[in-house]
């Protein structure tokens, strides 16, 4: 097997994981009943008070279960191997990312493919930090392992083989300007995915409130920690990126200047990137204006996201710029 | 304004009090109100949603800041819309009305919103901390105090903490420690917004002192050039830029290789010879590493192949061309022409024969393939160079000052039927070739040379843009995260104590901070278990 045959067999091994991984958090968040106390105090959410499921309302909450095709206990453990499942499949990536690395001896952001697969590493690391940390609750890991495969999947319609680099990659900027934005973009996709989160949960508890019939999608907002809470992760989450993609834009114009010649050139790449930060700006400032504004804030993150994927996508296939390389 | 008060009063039955007075002050409250409206976060952040939109055509148009041929290939395309277009400053996104109207209204914006800031945190940060809510349970953290707590230590601790504070005691004998901790976050957010105004500083003397020149340079000393405008195939001056300003020195192209893998470079390697002033030397120049001068750099950003052709005329005279051509593909497949209006000079008549002018449109194929029916090549290398040539006989249309391209035969001169084409199908020859004419003249192509695209800049505006981005990403972290929160103990005159806290902006840890001081504070104090506030609880379960 050579050296890119092993990169992308560890490569589908982690599709794979992270699908199974996916389908054993679908258990946990359907099945363990104790996720859904919530819904037993519609009043207490009615009346706007938080309220948090705690592991402590866990027994209580097992006898409600019978009707269940398994049990509650069975879908923790079900939760559990998802977790390893999810460790396995993002050590499998990181895997396939250094294989990448040792046979073209170069650093593995290079072309468009590289980028989303580091993106995906990126999330996913994101994600088990939130997760060991105790900030989330696991079988949330559901969306985001669908979000991660999703990217993941996406990354294979542009896929590349790996060759050498053109001459203005060549530098060790690449290393610093490219991971940052690998990075910002990883943990930005989770931040998406609460804002996301929020926002059905949100909805969610105003049908409640309104005593209006719960549907799907909206059922499954069920099992969502408080609306509250999801919002302020969503904020902390994009309070640690924007550093990060600030540094990123900051770093690309330094290597700008050397490559280019100037350190800022309206570039497509630039254009949208510009375009990102000024809407995550705008969203960390209405964040902190006022309430009608908040309540706004997640469509603004959203929004935010939505330009990065723009600016990953439309940007390298359809536009013609200075970040256009053979290939994608 | 009072004074207008004092200026008699008209009289009349439709004319009631002070009627002058009145559209001044009117005018004041509209001007307060609109300075509160465009000041407030709201506008801001339409401003913010609006500079993004502004963004986008800057993306979706070519530019000519950026690419002027771009532009002009846009005229050709869309002849119709592109003067409409132009008009809408499509093409200037950057430097139009609108979109520096939006830039320059969140400017201000800005500035009427971090100035009352700046004079309130710099107050904030002479005086003490402010005295507790007389109701210390109102706040969001409050503990009362069973066990004794000692004013000594209260102020060691947060001393040690770092904590600023104040010992305030009351005429009822209350006593009160308020500290507060965080300042910098208030300081990072007035600094990061202060350096986006002093990076667009930068960005205006760069486009008002900044200059560049483009250059395609060939090797050896023949082709060498020296620092002034004409010598540039394409420039920009600063508007402040005088062109007698620009720094001397002179630069010449030793010798040029290009490395590529699987058909797609891999690096580019010039080595120069550069004089200026006082000094000589040479420079190993490649793409990401620029040559600079003092506060001029030059950048290597682009190469191709130069054609050598030595044109023998009917005479017998020669003359050698080193003609640049422009690739057209990743391939290096490149165009260009050779154009020679002064040959064919007749010795016996002294002049130019007529319609002898002679020009040669070219294409220069690096690796041909003659196994194919194909001409154009795959590989960039110079494996088998070869020039397939479409002869011209006639005016070459150079006389009538307009400028045309060096790199193709004037196409007016050829439909007019000034330029007679030679060879209808295109002749392809290798290098040592020689392709025959008609007249008894002969183009045999020497050999192929490799140029260099040079870009010469200098931009004061630059180091002034770094330093505001340095500062802007410094203070942008206390801005994020850096708490500001305040802590109060108080000892009341019948011997109760509470402590109470507040953070001044939205975090989790407030509480357990605060416990974590009380418990330093008073030793025998019991945090409380869990406590009921939600900003504190992780989101979900951890199992």
Not at chain 2, 158 to 176: A, F, I, M, N, Y
């Amino acid at each position: 097997m050579t050296g890119a045959e092993a990169a992308n067999a560890l490569f589908v091994a982690t599709i794979l994981t992270y699908a199974a991984a996916m389908f054993a958090y679908a258990l946990e968040y359907a099945f363990d009943k104790r996720a859904s106390k919530a819904v037993g105090e519609k009043e207490l959410v009615a009346a706007g008070n938080a309220v948090i499921d705690r592991g402590t309302s866990a027994d209580s909450a097992d006898s409600g279960a019978e009707s269940a095709p398994i049990t509650p206990s069975a879908a923790r453990g079900a939760g559990r191997i998802g977790l390893v499942l999810t460790f396995l499949g993002t050590a499998a990536l990181a895997a396939s990312i250094i294989t990448r690395v040792v046979y073209t001896g170069r650093w593995p952001w290079g072309n468009m493919f590289e980028y989303t697969v580091g993106v995906a590493l990126a999330g996913m690391v994101t994600w088990l930090v939130l997760v060991s940390r105790g900030t989330v609750p696991r079988r949330l890991g559901l969306f985001a392992t669908f979000a991660v495969t999703m990217v993941l999947g996406t990354s294979v319609r542009v896929y590349t083989e790996a060759g050498p680099l053109v001459p203005a990659l060549d530098s060790y900027w690449i290393i610093i300007h490219v991971t940052a934005a690998i990075a910002a973009s990883g943990i930005l996709l989770i931040g998406c995915v609460f804002a996301i989160l929020h926002l059905i949960k949100r909805r969610y508890d105003r049908q409640v409130s309104d005593g209006k019939p719960i549907r799907f999608p909206l059922n499954i907002a069920e099992r969502l920690p408080d609306a509250t809470a999801l919002e302020r992760l969503t904020f902390k989450i994009h309070v640690f990126a924007f550093p990060l993609l600030t540094f990123g834009i900051f770093a690309g114009s330094v290597w700008a200047h050397f490559a280019w010649g100037r350190y800022w050139n309206w570039d497509p790449k630039e254009v949208w990137a510009f375009i990102a930060w000024v809407v995550y700006a705008a969203y960390l400032h209405a964040r902190v204006s006022g309430k009608s504004m908040k309540a706004n804030a997640p469509w603004i993150a959203i929004l935010g996201y939505a330009v990065m994927i723009f600016n990953l996508t439309a940007v390298n296939l359809v536009f013609d710029g200075l970040h256009s390389y053979s290939g994608v | 304004m009072s004074t207008t008060e004092a200026k008699p009063r008209p009289t009349g039955p439709n004319n009631p009090g002070p009627r002058k007075s009145r559209p001044l002050k009117r005018l004041k409250s509209f001007g307060r109100r609109w300075w509160h409206q465009l000041t407030s976060m709201r506008t801001a952040l339409l401003l913010l949603l609006a500079l993004a939109l502004a963004a986008i055509p800057g993306s979706t148009f070519p530019q000519r800041s950026v690419s002027p041929t771009d532009v002009d290939g846009y005229y050709t395309e869309h002849p119709d819309l592109a003067p409409f277009l132009d008009k809408l400053w499509a093409f200037d996104v950057y430097t139009s009305p609108w979109f520096s109207a939006i830039y320059l209204l969140l400017m201000v914006s800005l500035v009427g919103c971090i100035i009352p800031r700046l004079r309130v945190h710099l107050k904030a940060l002479r005086a003490a901390p402010p005295q507790a809510p007389k109701r210390m349970e109102i706040l969001p953290y409050h503990r009362s105090l069973a066990a004794g707590a000692n004013q000594g230590r209260a102020r060691a601790v947060l001393k040690q903490r770092r904590w600023r504070h104040v010992v305030r005691e009351d005429d009822d004998g209350t006593v009160t420690v308020a500290a507060e901790k965080g300042y910098l976050r208030e300081s990072g957010n007035l600094l990061f917004h202060t350096s986006i105004i002093f990076i667009l500083v930068g960005v205006a003397v760069g486009s008002l002192f900044s200059w560049y020149g483009n250059r395609i340079l060939s090797e050896g000393a023949a082709s060498g050039f020296c620092n002034n405008l004409q010598q540039y195939d394409d420039y920009g001056l600063g508007a402040y830029v005088d062109e007698t300003d620009l720094p001397r020195f002179c630069l010449q192209l030793d010798s040029f290789k290009a490395e590529f893998t699987d058909g797609g470079p891999t690096a580019y390697d010039a080595q120069v010879s550069y004089e200026n002033e006082d000094e000589t030397g040479s420079y190993n120049l490649r793409v990401n590493h620029p040559l600079s001068f003092d506060g001029t750099d030059v950048f290597l950003i682009g190469h191709g192949y130069t054609a050598v052709v030595t044109y023998t005329d009917r005479y017998g005279n020669t003359q050698t061309a080193r003609q640049p051509f422009l690739a057209m593909d990743a391939a290096l497949n490149s165009e260009g022409a050779f154009k020679f209006p002064d040959a064919n000079y007749n010795p016996d008549t002294g002049e130019v024969d007529q319609d002898a002018e002679t020009g040669f449109d070219a294409i220069l194929v690096p690796t041909y393939d003659d196994s194919t029916q194909m001409l154009i090549g795959s590989e960039p290398e110079l494996n088998n160079p070869v020039l397939a040539l479409t002869a011209y006989q006639g005016n070459l249309g150079l006389a009538d000052g307009q400028p045309e391209s060096v790199y193709s035969i004037n196409e007016d001169q050829i439909a007019s039927g000034n330029l007679d084409q030679l060879n209808d199908e295109v002749e392809v020859i290798g290098v040592g070739d020689t392709m025959e004419l008609e007249d008894g003249s002969s183009l045999s192509f020497d050999a192929v040379e490799q140029y260099a695209v040079l870009q010469v800049r200098h931009d004061p505006g630059g180091p002034i843009v770094l330093a505001g981005a340095v500062i802007l990403l410094t203070a942008l972290l206390p801005t994020l995260a850096v708490r500001r929160r305040r802590y109060w103990i108080r000892w009341n005159p019948d011997g109760t104590v509470e402590t109470a806290g507040l953070g001044r902006n939205d975090f989790d840890g407030l509480d357990e901070e605060c416990d974590e001081l009380t418990a330093l504070i008073a030793p025998d104090f019991e945090p409380p278990g869990q406590t009921e506030s939600d900003a504190d609880e992780p989101i979900g379960s951890k199992s």
